[in-house]
């Protein structure tokens, strides 16, 4: 093949499998495996990727019970023209759109947008808000987490954790009893219990989860219309001072926890919110406000 024809080749094969690329998305959203939210959050990433390069008819005409009629609906409500790409929408656009699907979903879930999951790197201080909020809102149930690991001095069992054994954590995956779960920092398996999450959301209360990045997306995939909270640190070098400081862990784990803190920081784009966590009691308050208001900035 003479040099052009390689390119045509070439061409049509990158081309071939952007199809294949956008199809699956599709696909993802058909079957319920993509939150439409999240397409849309990684859509506007450069350069575009599949998300980005779908156009917004076929997006949401993958979304089950928006039929080609709807959409047209939908579209000219909004403001977008068919021919525009996800990536390709302008900042308002954007955020119309993304109102539009945010109440659209919530409205559609049965059950109650109460559930919020408080994550972000080691040592931001996710333990030190929950416990705050734990102390000041006792109307927001702060779900207890199964794990591996060993107590450490001062912590009780059924409040801190519930310390179960590999096997007893083993049944507890195989019976379906676990929300979510991971295997956190390389070491033991943590884990949310099911049974008390659902009873309290079903009676009408607020949830929160304070888990790793990992269950952060589990939950997601679960339960949609669960609310990602991601707690920033005020900067790099505060993160590490806290976890200096806290003097929990030895150098060379310390090193290991911040090179994941590095990766960590950069999944910030999947969340629906930021909190920085300067002051304990104000960040605290930025995550329980989340609870009550449905429509809090994002
Ligand atoms: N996925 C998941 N992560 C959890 C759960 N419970 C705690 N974690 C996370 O496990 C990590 C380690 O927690 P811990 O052993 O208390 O040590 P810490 O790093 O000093 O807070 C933290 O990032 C927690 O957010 C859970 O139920 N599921
Ligand atoms: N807003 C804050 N200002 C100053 N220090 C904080 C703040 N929040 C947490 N800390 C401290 O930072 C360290 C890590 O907090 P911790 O809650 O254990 O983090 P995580 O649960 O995210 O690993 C602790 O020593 C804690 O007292």
């Known amino acids: 093949m003479n040099p052009p024809e390689v390119d045509r080749v070439a061409a049509s094969r990158a081309a071939v499998a952007a199809r294949r690329a956008r199809a699956a998305v599709k696909a993802a959203i058909a079957a319920g495996e993509r939150n439409p939210l999240d397409v849309m959050r990684t859509a506007f990433a450069e350069p575009l990727g599949a998300e980005g390069k779908l156009r917004v008819t076929e997006f949401l005409t993958s979304i089950p019970a928006i039929g080609v009629t709807k959409m047209h609906r939908i ?9 525009k790409r996800l990536g390709g929408l302008g900042k308002h656009q954007r955020e119309r759109l993304y109102d ?34 734990r102390e000041n809102h006792p109307d927001v149930l702060l779900s207890v987490s199964a794990t591996t690991r060993a107590p450490r001095p001062g912590e ?13 954590f083993d049944r507890m995956v195989e019976e379906g009893e676990l929300l979510e779960w991971a295997t956190v920092h390389n070491a033991h398996r943590y884990g949310t219990p099911r049974g008390p999450v659902d009873a309290a959301l079903a009676a009408g209360n607020s949830v929160l989860l304070e888990i790793d990045i990992q269950g952060a997306r589990s939950v997601r995939r679960a339960m949609p219309e669960a609310r990602l909270v991601f707690l920033q640190p005020p900067s790099w070098e505060e993160l590490v001072r806290r976890l200096v400081g806290r003097g929990t862990e030895t150098a060379s784990e310390q090193a290991r926890r911040l090179e994941t803190a ?9 969340f629906d919110f930021q909190v920085v966590n300067s002051d304990v009691g104000e960040a605290a308050q930025e995550v329980v406000d989340l609870m009550k208001t449905r429509k809090a900035k994002r």
């Open 75 to 83: 579209m000219d409500d909004l403001g977008i023209s068919p021919a």
């Open 100 to 133: 539009f699907l945010y109440d659209r979903l919530s409205a559609r879930t049965p059950a109650p947008a109460r559930l919020v999951v408080l994550a972000g790197p080691t040592a931001v201080g996710k333990g030190t808000v929950a416990n705050h909020i």
């Open 156 to 168: 009780v069992e059924g409040v801190s954790y519930y310390f179960v054994d590999d096997a007893e």
């Open 262 to 270: 590095k990766v960590e920081l950069a999944s910030v784009d999947e």
